[in-house]
């Protein structure tokens, strides 16, 4: 962890507590009767929040080009878009907003959404990234596709914008390739850590693996945050269906990247719950070698270590050498602290 938090809503980001956010992902496709259904799914699972791309076609795409028209039937009304984010809220989740339209930016701030994320495709566009930064609302900032001297370039314009309360979400994204997600070897973990400590910010994890347990993998990196997308069926085919989880799955997948979070800020040597009972049974205790009698002073050559751990630790035999037996202890039996004369 950095030690730098900010808070979305109630909730920290960079904390003790990971910050998981379930992805929508546009999987609606411009059905808002789905969407609400979508934040049912979200809340379902267990997230801390769920992430809506929102966008104006003509800001988004040229007109001639066919995403315009896809993405002209995928656009919610100003009302529409406060309902949604009203309703996520009900379900005590927060709203966070993918602008992929400058103009959405201070509407969807008024409509109270939580926190924005720049997408990877605006990490080089300065309307998306100043309008943000104006904003001053708590923001992601996504990385992936980004060289490390676009990342650069971004940090470079948050700072003269003296933008504040942001994390770094590291991740890669391969669906135009037609692979069915990142490869894990491929999805460089390590690099959390380095941009931890080179920007010393919270960072966190865009996963577009198709895996259900990469999430833990990682926490255990160190992501203070993870996104990943969610569907309501494996059946639908919507926007990067390969690496969705569906509500099941994705109650799973946050589960183990919660406990994954605890173990590894947990920086002190606690016994696990049920490792005394474990102890008892496979540690040793100081046992009789041989027939002592009554009155025995115990010589080294008078004791060996031997399992279940329930009498004295054999880290404490020197304690009693020279000790003298109160009573006879057969072969192959504990010695008590009741059988040794008071010193």
Known sequence: MTGLCFKIGKRQVGGKEIFFVVEEGQA??????????????????????????????GDFYIRSDQGYRIYLKREFKNEQIKRL????????????????SHRLIEPLAKAGCSAFNINAS????????????????????????????????????????????????????VMASGKPGVDPEHTALGFISTLKKKYRLPVGFVDHTSLNWFPAAAAAAGADIISRHIILSHKDRGPDWQVCLDPRQMREAIGWARKMRKSIILGSKNLSPGED???????????????????????????????????????????????????????????????????
């Open 28 to 57: 609606n496709q411009g059905n808002f009767k789905k969407a609400l259904l979508m934040i049912d799914a979200a809340a379902m699972s267990g997230a801390d929040a769920i992430e809506f791309q929102l966008a104006r076609a």
């Open 85 to 100: 984010i009203e309703y996520t809220k009900s379900k005590r989740m927060e709203f966070i907003a993918v602008p992929l």
């Open 122 to 173: 605006d990490l080089t566009n300065p309307d998306i990234i100043d309008a943000v930064a104006a904003s001053g609302m708590p923001f992601f900032l996504s990385l992936l596709l980004a060289t490390q001297k676009e990342i650069d370039w971004a940090i470079k314009r948050m700072k003269k914008n003296k933008a504040l309360n942001y994390a770094l979400l590291h991740g890669q994204h």
């Open 277 to 343: 009972m474990d102890k008892l049974l496979m540690r040793r205790s100081i046992v009789a070698a041989r027939d002592l009698k009554q009155g025995r002073v115990i010589q080294r050559q008078d004791i060996c270590f031997k399992r279940p751990g329930t009498g004295i630790c054999p880290s404490r035999f020197e304690e009693i050498m020279g000790r003298k037996l109160i009573r006879a202890i057969k072969d192959d039996r504990q010695i008590k602290h009741s059988d040794l004369e008071v010193k």
